[in-house]
């Protein structure tokens, strides 16, 4: 994975809150078995209006997102961060997000960006009126900036395994097979009564005239 | 750090899982369960980094989400999700991971299959690319949905590396009203503490409201934990929970059964046990609810009517409150019980277990549903349509004018065809009012399964009468 270390560009305002991953990209695309190609997917519904912001022609090439609080709720989809990537979104800042998407971000070089509410609520004001109005995200300092809404180094919160991680472009799976033994060991003292699963794949049953 | 005497259980069970030398945030995971939505990139990704699945003897997998809930007639008429179908027991074999496929007796709902099949005990940790694997809490087990990211994780480590979640308390007391499950329980907690009330922490549930729930209750209410925000909910275990396990098919039996019983009965919360935010809720005399709007917070009594958003003081609940409203077709002030419902669905892994049917067919029994309403009943799986089946609740349910289905996710989130109509409303037994979630344009009022029987009847939102 590629390291980030500050995201600067134009913004897109999406002023509502608790936008649920049903909004961000509908259920039928999880019928997919593809990792790429989710971007017309993205707000699909929203943006059959064409006065939906994202179809203003100036926000073409816009890479951070500013939504409303609780941003992301619903499902654990991942195909909604895989929706924002595809459509060119390398932050996303927020004054708070639903938990499951805010993990979901960084596993695939995506930064949540929790900003204070009257910071977030003022780039949101600046960027709905100046759509060339660049905003940098500073993953080292951990600031946001957009000086046309007055929001110079302003810090704002990330955990900080992921901060770690996109700053230095790290595997997480390759980082938890370093420990291989560590693991080993606890599966070595884990309970007796703990269930085991069979690895089969369970037979069809008869269907009364019906060709399997 | 807190000591012993002052643990809750959810940070018992995670520090019992927590990988010595590897720093608080990786953990072990007990139990992976796959679906066919959630899954197919995550084994995409262990072919092409060349790797193994580490424990395939703690992964179970199921088809649910895409299932057709009608003909089953292989092939599927839908080519994309039958591709996705064949995509799941390719790499189920592939990887030698136990699988229960469509047309198979083990298939359903995974939150529903994995508790039956006794694979959730209480003091595991279980996750799934779903974010109502929460159900599972209802054991005392640490329980919580993955992105697939994550799932790839979990396939290639067996442990996913994870912030422990804060602990909230939510204590529910008084008695419920004889109309009232533990749906309209899970409604009303998430309009007490908001859809983002949770948000951070793993809820445990404790009071007598808990205390007097059956288990498929208990799971109703956890399912649910996500809607308020929650990483998950669990409740700890007690003699309810026993009676469920013992004698399920993988769950220890004779001496060991006593032995295992003994150690679960030790996962509670320490009486002391400082939680980062506590909760009391009075649910006395609690009565039905169901959902106005287009999230699960905005709940209302089953014998309210809509709320004025002009009166909501917070202006992003006001303005959620009007688009809502937009989107229902709804006006401020019309009464709940003058919508017209056109659909009603009852099933999906908050509400499509045993004791869910036995409750909507005690209402049915004997009546017909509604001229112009459609209604289907979807068992959460194979297992639970058999056993409904064998005590006639299928024709009970036919014979009032009720669509018998085969198991599945279903409407609860529309992949599968099962779509509520553009415009119409819909009494639905599942988790989501989300826009569109039913399908484009459809408009959502969660209930329980005794209100979604009732509504069927009358043609319009229904508290069940008590016998």
């Known amino acids: 994975m590629d390291k980030i270390e500050t995201i600067t560009g134009t913004a897109v305002p999406l002023d509502a809150s608790d936008v649920d991953t049903d909004q961000i990209i509908p259920a039928v695309w999880m019928k997919r078995v593809e990792r790429t ?27 951070i997102l500013v939504a409303g609080p609780n941003f992301g709720c619903g499902s654990s989809r991942e195909h909604a961060p895989w929706a924002l990537r595809d459509y060119g979104f390398k932050a996303i800042i927020a004054p708070s997000f639903a938990d499951i998407f805010r993990n979901n971000l960084p596993n695939i070089g995506l930064v949540p960006v929790t900003l204070d509410p009257s910071s977030c609520r003022r780039v ?47 595997d997480l799976i ?22 085991r699963t069979n690895g089969q794949v369970e037979s069809p049953f008869e269907l009364s005239g019906v060709e399997q | 750090m807190r000591t012993v005497a002052e643990r809750t259980l959810v940070e018992r069970i995670w520090a019992e899982h927590v990988i010595e030398g590897a720093g608080e945030e990786l953990i072990f995971i007990d139990m992976h369960l796959i679906h066919e939505i959630t899954s197919p990139q995550a084994f995409e990704g262990l072919r092409e980094s060349g790797r193994p699945v580490r424990r395939p003897d703690l992964t179970v997998a199921t088809a649910d989400h895409d299932v057709p809930t009608s003909s089953r007639q292989v092939p599927l008429a839908d080519e994309i999700g039958r591709r996705q179908l064949m995509l799941q027991i390719r790499n189920c074999r592939e990887f030698g991971i136990e699988l229960h496929p469509m047309n198979s007796l083990g298939q359903g709902i995974v939150h529903v299959i994995g508790p039956h099949m006794g694979l959730t005990l209480p003091g595991m940790t279980i996750v799934c690319g779903d974010s109502h694997t929460a159900t599972h809490g209802a054991f005392g087990a640490v329980a919580f949905g993955i992105g697939t990211s994550q799932v790839e994780h979990v396939l290639a480590t067996q442990t996913l590396r994870m912030a422990k979640p804060k602990s909230m308390l939510v204590r529910l007391t008084g008695t419920i009203s004889p109309q009232a499950t533990a749906k309209d329980v899970a409604l009303a907690v998430i309009r007490a503490i908001g ?28 399912n649910m934990a996500i809607e308020a925000g929650a990483r998950s909910g669990l409740i700890a275990p007690d003699e309810t929970t026993f009676a469920y396990l013992q004698g399920r098919e993988r769950v220890p039996a004779g001496a060991d059964w006593e032995r295992a019983k003994a150690e679960w009965a030790t996962y509670r919360s320490a009486p002391d046990a400082v939680f980062d935010t506590v909760v009391e809720l009075d649910l006395d005399g609690l009565g039905p609810q169901v959902t106005w709007g287009t999230n699960p917070g905005q709940t209302i ?14 202006p992003g609940a006001r303005d959620a409150a009007t688009r809502a409203l937009d989107y229902m077709g709804l006006r401020p002030g019309q009464r709940i019980a003058d919508i017209p419902i056109r659909t009603v669905f ?20 004997g009546r017909a549903v509604a001229e112009g309403i459609t209604a289907l009943v979807v068992p959460g799986s194979e297992q639970i349509k058999r056993q409904a089946e064998a005590e006639g609740l299928d024709a009970v349910f036919t014979a009032a004018g009720f669509q018998w289905r085969n198991p599945g996710c279903s409407m609860c989130i529309a992949m599968n065809g099962d779509v509520v109509e553009p415009g119409t409303h819909a009494a639905s037994t599942s988790n989501r009012n989300f826009e569109g979630r039913q399908g484009p344009g459809a408009r959502t009022h969660l209930v329980s399964p005794r209100v979604a029987a009732a509504t069927a009847i009358s043609g319009r939102l229904t508290a069940a009468a008590v016998d």
Request: glycine share 10%; net charge negative.
């Open chain 1, 37 to 63: 190609g989710f971007q017309d997917g993205l707000f699909q519904k929203w943006r059959r209006d064409p006065g939906f912001v994202l179809n203003q022609p100036e926000r073409e090439g816009a890479t």
């Open chain 1, 124 to 170: 949101l004001d600046a960027v709905t009126k100046d759509a060339s109005a660049p905003v940098t995200v500073d993953l080292l300092a951990r600031t946001v900036t957009c000086a046309a809404a007055g929001v110079v180094d302003v810090p704002f919160e990330i955990e900080e395994g992921a901060r770690y991680r996109l700053t230095n472009g790290k």
């Open chain 1, 174 to 195: 390759d980082l938890a097979l370093d420990l291989d033994e560590q693991i080993r060991r606890h599966e070595e003292r884990r309970p007796f009564w703990m269930p």
């Open chain 2, 195 to 222: 859809t983002d009330g949770g948000t951070g922490h793993l809820i445990e549930f404790q009071g007598p409201v808990i205390d007097a729930m059956s288990m498929e209750g208990r799971m109703t209410l956890c």
């Open chain 2, 301 to 314: 009594d089953i014998d309210g009517a809509v709320p004025d958003p002009s009166t909501i003081t917070d």
């Open chain 2, 346 to 365: 009852i099933g999906s892994c908050t509400n499509g277990r045993l004791e869910d049917l036995r409750a909507a067919a005690d209402v049915v029994k």
